[in-house]
């Protein structure tokens, strides 16, 4: 038998979206001394690049509401990148106002689930975008683009990889040239994802794609490996694996930062992450929120976190 060897790349990077895309999520008020609080644990663990809130409207996310005040009280962390999500125009001017570098915009694959998430058809919601990205780039600020549901939507089922490709089109005319693919309600499976990267970088060779993976059938972490071997160096997770999506029924939150960290460097790939110290944080994380979001490595441990030996018994008789 042949002896094929798995061909990843040696380092990614990882996004931590635990303070916009697991808080979002918690109707209990989470007081922003204590966001304040875990975002400083997360860096303190060796994270770079971190999804700091939104700047959604208050109303729609009342958890988010102390997003300005979030933002200035961590921008004296030196050496992490921070981005945050903004869903329309007076969002981007909110966050721009507030001093981010780096803004995140957000599309469905599907109609159904944009008329749920945005009000209005996807055409409708990318031709809102074009103002956001040329307020940006007035003010030299980066824009990543996203796609929700792109692995599966919860009203349509698998999405056509048309559609996807109409979306990216839509993307590199508005200059936007990094885009997330969303599994948001964890419909994605290895050979789907798989194959969707291979096509579509094939069409869009400029872009940068990342990946977002919610762990609601438990593939996430499966579906990690199939990016990274398609080249993906970039991917979202959220410790203790909080979070999940408003406008996805049953959605699970995403895969948790200690397990995806846990399991690229078990394969031996650099995160730049201090995995005990991360456990630490995210252990602190689930008792001052009161519950987790399906973390393995929490639970389990790291592999390398071993036992004591049984003790042997005697044979009787």
């Not at 635990?18 to 204590?34: A, H, N, S, V």
């Not at 959604?56 to 990148?81: F, N, S, W």
């Not at 780039?137 to 089922?157: D, H, L, M, R, T």
């Not at 009161?290 to 030996?309: C, E, T, V, Y």
Request: with cysteine; glycine share 10%.
């Amino acid at each position: 038998m042949k002896n094929e060897q798995m061909i990843v790349p040696d380092k990614v990077n990882i996004w931590e979206v635990l303070p916009r895309d697991g808080f979002q999520m918690e109707d209990k008020w989470i007081p922003t001394e204590e966001k304040i609080r875990i975002i400083r644990g997360l860096a303190s663990t060796g994270i770079k690049h971190i999804e700091v809130t939104s700047f959604v409207h208050p109303q729609a996310i009342p958890q988010l509401k102390d997003a300005e005040e979030v933002v200035k009280r961590v921008q004296d962390l030196d050496g992490v990148k921070f981005r945050a999500l903004v869903p329309n125009l007076r969002g981007a001017e909110r966050a721009i106002n507030a001093g981010m570098k780096k803004i995140k915009i957000l599309l469905s694959a599907t109609d159904s689930h944009s008329l749920s998430n945005s009000n209005c058809i996807v055409k409708e919601a990318q031709m809102d975008h074009l103002p956001i990205v040329e307020l940006a780039g007035k003010y030299g600020v980066e824009v990543g683009g996203s796609i929700a549901v792109a692995f599966g939507c919860p009203y349509e089922g698998k999405v056509p990889l048309e559609k996807i490709v109409s979306i990216l089109e839509g993307y590199k005319d508005m200059g936007v040239n990094e885009v997330s693919l969303a599994d948001t309600a964890g419909m994605g499976n290895p050979k789907q994802v798989s194959e969707m990267l291979s096509i579509i970088r094939g069409l869009f060779p400029s872009f940068k794609f990342t990946l977002h993976l919610h762990n609601t059938r438990g593939m996430a972490f499966a579906n990690a490996v199939a990016a990274l071997q398609q080249g993906i160096t970039d991917f979202d997770s959220s410790t203790t694996g909080l979070g999940g999506c408003p406008y996805a029924p049953n959605a699970a939150g995403n895969i948790p930062t200690e397990d995806i960290v846990h399991g690229f460097h078990e394969m031996g790939i650099r995160t730049a992450i201090n995995l005990d110290s991360l456990l630490e944080i995210a252990s602190n994380i689930k008792s001052t929120i009161g519950h987790d979001g399906g973390s393995f490595i929490l639970k389990a441990g790291p592999n390398n976190r071993l036992h004591s030996k049984p003790k042997g018994q005697k044979k009787l008789g």
